[in-house]
């Protein structure tokens, strides 16, 4: 499955942006679709996972009340809403597809990525 985010950009603390990941397969029924973000010289760390059937989502400790994943099975598209955001949420965020994972968090149970997009977010 290929995969393509959008909506990154430049934001002012405390403000908003959605991501987007377009998938070129139906993934409902078939893929559980994770976000996972990377900060300049830190690991790559899950921040979200919606699972194939959409009955459970997971989130990071740290965007916990934030962040909501979502998915428009029409489109083909898994979305994360960030409220709030923070300077620490300066990174590439990438979203990535599985058919099964036993750790949401753990990149590799995850097949296929995104290239990724950049959010910086100014204090």
């Known amino acids: 499955v290929q995969l393509v985010e959008s909506g990154g950009g430049l934001v002012q603390s405390g403000g908003s942006l959605r991501l987007s990941c377009a998938a070129s397969v139906v993934t409902r029924d078939f893929y559980a679709i994770a976000w996972f973000r990377q900060a300049p010289g830190k690991e790559r760390e899950g921040v979200s996972y919606?699972?194939?059937?959409?009955?459970?989502?997971y989130y990071a400790d740290s965007v916990k009340g934030r962040f909501t994943i979502s998915r428009d099975n029409a489109k083909n598209t898994v979305y994360l809403q960030m409220n709030s955001l923070r300077p620490d949420g300066t990174a590439v965020y990438y979203c990535?597809?599985?058919?099964?994972?036993?750790?949401?968090?753990?990149?590799?149970?995850?097949?296929?990525w995104g290239q990724g997009t950049q959010v910086t977010v100014s204090s």
């Open positions: 990535a597809a599985t058919r099964g994972t036993y750790d949401w968090g753990w990149k590799d149970g995850y097949d296929s």
């Open positions: 919606i699972s194939s059937s959409d009955a459970e989502t």
